[in-house]
């Protein structure tokens, strides 16, 4: 359906090839597998689909992630694809994968991180629901997939794989193995990056060849030398193994123009979806179609984050230009309209405010879109966000405690993120984020100060996890051992009891167990915990909790709705209440308030009062910035002063320019 008004070069001048329309009878099949989940398409199989075809092959894509999902219930299958990090899924289908090499499974479900979930907890402790899918439904589903789809017209099949979805994945390329010896496997993805995919491949049978890095031009490139009878491992990207070893990896630059590609082409995805019942029948329910404007990090190329492993070596920023971009979603919403449209980008282009979100703020088109964004943004750059049609970001917030973002390498302050988080509520933009600890160098102090932060934020969005850092593959506490020193690392528990022992796991592991040597105790992070447990309880809750304000003649008022109980209302006057709307928009020191707005009073007398809202707890104090923690109210309201009722000022609202206060109140 979608093969983009774009494609590459190479394909066009490549339909002269005398073997051109050949290709129609080398077909090619592309598979996901569980764990990824199913409330959207694989953006790896829509658009190599679309690049492969644009080469002359037909194509065929699985999403057999959907068939379990249904098979199992959709609610149980997405609690294991979040859970992610403990290779639940992995061990599912081991033995489907590796039969009687599979190692032991004795003391497996007993592992205590397995158990920190209380959803995944009660679903561990059906220790028989766990074996009989393990033992039955599992190979059932296998082979319901082998036999309901007619793989002797298939040349070859390709797997991607990124975090649980391997052992799945060669449970059915052993099958189909065996069934079918003519077709010819090949894999790529994340969990095959670097040696992962060198090992990998060494060791897994029903593996036959493997793409390691970037396929748009690998896959099309692999599937000519295969139709013309040349060798695949000669092409940049691919090996293989041979005679007990594997071949040597000719790399592959990245990809750079990626104005180049086609559109993915998602349209099995839904008829399979359609098929097992499996769509969102709720309107305000919507399907998740991903995207991609942009691929490594722009931030990393700089200061990688020290925690973040996701780039592997693709961390080199390119972006689609504005044009290709604005195109793209165009034709993405017209095949597939009700749908929230997911940037995979790690990060968002800053260049995107300038051009296509000028653009969209001002189509007026219906867009629903989500974003990986830095959180130094500015209340500009969030309006602009929202109006064009970004509803949801991820704005990469790990801590609120400015010392531990700059053990993280983040680039950024406690008080920015808050800020960002601020103005998100108030154009009415989810924020996903989480709280990380336990990075070398960080204090105790570090965690009782976020602790006493915390109930002062409850009016804005609270974080979706909390805990220890996880230790990635490609992340600099990995790779830079000298900076970050450890008592030890190894792989994480999970896989002993997933890979035969012929498989290197110090080589195949993307998660690790270790202890760095200056490590706090678990104790430190307590009272932060429990504080982030309320906060996150608070939100369950129907009335969400508040703090606002009105901007009246010659005062403001605020309400503080924060905490359970009877409200508690502020009346501020000047020249108090200009120094608070100054401070709403973004952090500022006191100097920089004099100086900004020729301020008469001494910066003592500045910090006097900013020092009052802060003890109040209207306001955060980060070093020497200060920031007010109010957001403007979105509704109108009456004042009651001196007995007489008040109307207030028209209110700023999401669809009025910005506005600096004007500080005629305060020194005169």
Same mark, same amino acid.
């Given at each position: ?24 009878? &080398?077909?090619?099949? %592309? ?8 409330? @959207? ?20 894509? &699985? ?59 009660? &679903?561990?402790?059906?220790? $028989? ?14 082979? @319901? ?5 007619? #793989? ?28 079918? =010896? ?9 969990? &095959? ?49 041979? +005679?007990?070893?594997?071949?040597? %990896? ?9 104005? +180049? ?7 099995? /995805? ?30 990393? $190329? ?71 964004? !830095? ?5 500009? $750059? ?27 390498? *983040? ?21 996903? #984020? ?38 990635? @593959?490609?992340? =600099? ?5 000298? %900076?970050?020193?450890?008592? /030890? ?5 999970? /896989? ?9 796991? +110090? !080589? ?24 982030? !447990?309320?906060?996150?309880?608070? #939100?369950?809750?129907?009335? *969400? ?35 608070? %709307? ?14 900004? /707005? ?71």
């Amino acid at each position: 359906m979608l093969n983009g008004s774009n494609l590459k070069v190479e394909a066009e001048t490549d339909a002269i090839s005398p073997n051109y329309l050949s290709r129609q009878d &080398f077909p090619v099949a %592309l598979v996901s597998m569980p764990f990824v989940s199913h409330h @959207r398409p694989s953006i790896q199989l829509g658009l190599l689909k679309a690049i492969a075809t644009s080469y002359n092959f037909p194509v065929t894509t &699985f999403h057999f992630n959907l068939d379990f999902a249904h098979q199992i219930g959709p609610e149980t299958y997405e609690l294991l694809c979040e859970f992610r990090g403990h290779l639940l899924g992995d061990w599912l289908f081991a033995r489907a994968a590796f039969g009687e090499d599979t190692p032991s499974e004795e003391g497996f479900l007993a592992l205590e991180n397995l158990h920190i979930d209380n959803n995944m907890a009660a &679903f561990i402790e059906d220790s $028989q629901r766990v074996q009989d899918l393990r033992l039955k439904e599992i190979p059932a589903y296998i082979e @319901r997939l082998v036999e309901t789809v007619d #793989w002797s017209q298939f040349k070859v099949v390709g797997f991607t794989s990124t975090f649980q979805q391997n052992t799945a994945s060669f449970a059915l390329a052993a099958a189909l193995k065996r069934r079918y =010896p003519h077709l010819i496997t090949v894999f790529g993805g994340a969990n &095959f990056e670097d040696e992962m995919g060198l090992e990998l491949t060494r060791t897994i049978a029903c593996i036959d060849y493997t793409i390691i890095g970037e396929g748009d031009k690998a896959l099309p490139e692999f599937l000519i030398a295969l139709h013309e009878g040349r060798d695949p491992a000669e092409v940049r990207g691919v090996v293989t193994r041979r +005679e007990g070893k594997v071949t040597p %990896l000719i790399s592959r630059p990245p990809f750079r123009n990626l104005d +180049e590609l086609p559109t993915p082409d998602y349209s099995e /995805y839904f008829e399979r979806a359609r098929a097992l019942d499996l769509l969102p029948t709720d309107p305000e329910q919507l399907v998740e179609l991903p995207f991609e404007s942009s691929r490594g990090c722009w931030w990393g $190329q700089k200061h990688q984050c020290t925690f973040c492993g996701l780039n592997g070596n693709g961390i080199t920023y390119r972006a689609k230009s504005a044009g290709r971009m604005m195109a793209e979603l165009a034709e993405l919403s017209k095949y597939y309209p009700n749908t929230i449209m997911e940037a995979v980008d790690n990060i968002l282009d800053m260049s995107y405010f300038n051009n296509v979100f000028q653009e969209l703020s001002q189509a007026n088109t219906d867009y629903k879109l989500f974003y990986e964004v !830095k959180a130094n943004l500015s209340k500009e $750059q969030l309006k602009l966000l929202h109006r064009g049609g970004v509803i949801n970001i991820q704005p990469g917030i790990e801590s609120l405690n400015s010392h531990v973002l700059k053990l993280m390498r *983040k680039g950024i302050s406690a008080i920015q993120n808050v800020n960002t988080m601020r103005w998100a509520r108030h154009f009415n933009i989810d924020v996903g #984020w989480n709280v990380l600890w336990g990075f070398p160098g960080e204090t105790a102090e570090d965690y009782r100060e976020q602790a006493a932060l915390i109930p002062l934020l409850t009016h804005l969005k609270p974080p979706g996890g909390y805990g220890r850092i996880w230790m990635e @593959r490609f992340s =600099p506490i990995y790779f830079e051992r000298e %900076l970050f020193p450890t008592r /030890y690392i190894r792989p994480e528990t999970s /896989y002993g009891y997933i890979y035969p022992e012929r498989v290197n796991l +110090e !080589k195949i592991a993307y998660f690790f167990d270790y202890e760095f040597e200056d490590s706090l105790p678990n104790s430190t992070y307590k009272e932060l915990a429990e504080n982030l !447990k309320d906060w996150m309880e608070a #939100w369950k809750k129907p009335d *969400k909790p508040l703090l606002a304000y009105w901007v009246y003649e010659g005062f403001i008022q605020i309400e503080d709705l924060r905490q359970p109980g009877p409200s508690h209302t502020y009346i501020v006057e000047e020249p108090q209440a200009s120094l608070y %709307l100054a401070l709403s928009n973004q952090p500022h020191t006191a100097l920089a308030l004099k100086t900004k /707005y020729d301020l008469k009073m001494p910066v003592s007398e500045i910090e006097r009062y900013l020092q009052k809202f802060c003890d109040m707890g209207l306001m955060m104090r980060d070093g020497l910035y200060y920031l007010s923690l109010a957001i403007p109210a979105n509704k109108p309201r009456y004042a009651v002063r001196n007995g007489r009722i008040c109307l207030n000022l028209p209110q700023e609202d999401e669809d009025t320019p910005a506005a600096q206060p004007e500080l005629t109140g305060v020194g005169v």
